[in-house]
């Protein structure tokens, strides 16, 4: 059993080393640091997660962190993908910003309680990696299609109709102002 858990980790060690020795701004980072301390970039890595991972688990302003990091790679990614001729990765992350704003929509609702549970900063952003992971079983794509979507769906003409008269308000108002 330990030998095929060990075999499991090495596993893993070798697919995270191969995806650091690819090109890109944050491998190149690693590489400057690794070629200056002479700390092989796998070990980097891992010390920066488990750093991050503490930080959000009792740092000073974990909710920045977390929040940080659920918007900058998306927000970035989005940005690539509104500036790309291909329209499938405008989708997955439209899907994502919706899931996003669900949950901080729910999260401003409940924030009182959410306050009392241990370590709410990490489960938070290791839900976001998960609704932003490029994988089979991303959260966003799971959320949308099984609760958002079909909600939206059942309610979309109410939905239509509030923010129609919404929309001829805001126009009356608008027109006595001026």
């Known amino acids: 059993m330990a030998s095929a858990v060990q075999q499991n980790v090495e596993n893993w060690k070798a697919k995270l080393d191969k995806v650091l020795h690819e090109k890109n701004g944050f491998t190149d980072l690693l590489e400057k640091v690794e070629q200056k301390t002479g700390v092989r970039r796998l070990y980097l890595?891992?010390?920066?997660?488990?750093?991050?991972?503490?930080?959000l688990m009792v740092g000073y302003g974990a909710q920045f962190l977390c929040n940080f990091i659920?918007?900058?790679?998306?927000?970035?990614?989005?940005?690539?993908?509104?500036?790309?001729?291909?329209?499938?990765d405008d989708t997955v992350w439209l899907i994502y910003w919706v899931v996003y704003s669900f949950f901080a929509?729910?999260?401003?609702?409940?924030?009182?309680?959410?306050?009392?549970?241990?370590?709410?900063?990490?489960?938070?952003?290791?839900?976001?990696?998960?609704?932003?992971?490029?994988?089979?079983?991303?959260?966003?794509?799971?959320?949308?299609?099984?609760?958002?979507?079909?909600f939206i769906l059942r309610y979309e003409k109410k939905i239509d109709s509030a923010v129609d008269r919404a929309s001829e308000a805001a126009r009356e108002v608008k027109k006595k102002m001026k």
Do not use: H
């Not at 890595?45 to 930080?55: N, S, T």
């Not at 659920?70 to 499938?88: L, R």
């Open 45 to 55: 890595a891992i010390g920066l997660f488990a750093v991050v991972v503490l930080y």
């Open 70 to 88: 659920g918007f900058i790679y998306p927000a970035y990614t989005s940005f690539k993908a509104v500036e790309s001729t291909n329209k499938d």
């Open 105 to 150: 929509l729910l999260e401003f609702f409940t924030d009182i309680f959410l306050f009392w549970i241990p370590f709410y900063w990490l489960l938070k952003c290791i839900f976001l990696v998960w609704c932003m992971a490029p994988t089979s079983y991303n959260g966003s794509q799971i959320i949308y299609y099984r609760f958002i979507r079909p």
